[in-house]
């Protein structure tokens, strides 16, 4: 059904910014929280950013919400994540992600097992 594919990615020194954008196509970001995850071989997935359907509600880790920015905009079908003073940390392959439920209300979920469609992720790599 809903495909999902994200972009900009890439290789930037310490300090440095990307934006990330997440596509949908076969289907719509409508109606549903999306969230932002990051893995690095070897460790669980981590979630580095949700918004909600309704573009009102926003959750990040400790670890990234000073630094990183999620926003969405539903006409383009289009989610992204601004970053920004990257560390070498934050090394890893970034993936959007869409919740399993349509217009989830009252909980924000930050675990992996709430989304159903995953994008094939993207891979951003921060040198020292």
């Known amino acids: 059904q809903v495909q999902l594919r994200e972009s900009g990615g890439g290789l930037v020194q310490a300090g440095g910014s990307l934006r990330l954008s997440c596509a949908a196509s076969g289907g719509s970001f409508s109606g549903y929280n999306m969230a932002w995850f990051r893995q690095v071989p070897g460790k669980e997935r981590e979630c580095v950013g949700v918004?909600?359907?309704?573009?009102?509600?926003?959750w990040q880790p400790v670890s990234t919400k000073d630094r990183f920015t999620i926003s969405r905009d539903d006409a383009e079908n289009t989610v992204a994540l601004q970053m920004s003073s990257l560390k070498p940390d934050d090394t890893a392959v970034y993936y959007c992600?869409?919740?399993?439920?349509?217009?989830?209300?009252?909980?924000?979920?930050?675990?992996?097992?709430?989304?159903?469609?995953w994008g094939q992720g993207t891979q951003v790599t921060v040198s020292s």
């Open positions: 918004i909600n359907w309704s573009s009102d509600r926003t």
């Open positions: 992600a869409r919740d399993r439920i349509l217009r989830r209300v009252g909980v924000i979920i930050s675990n992996p097992l709430g989304y159903d469609y």
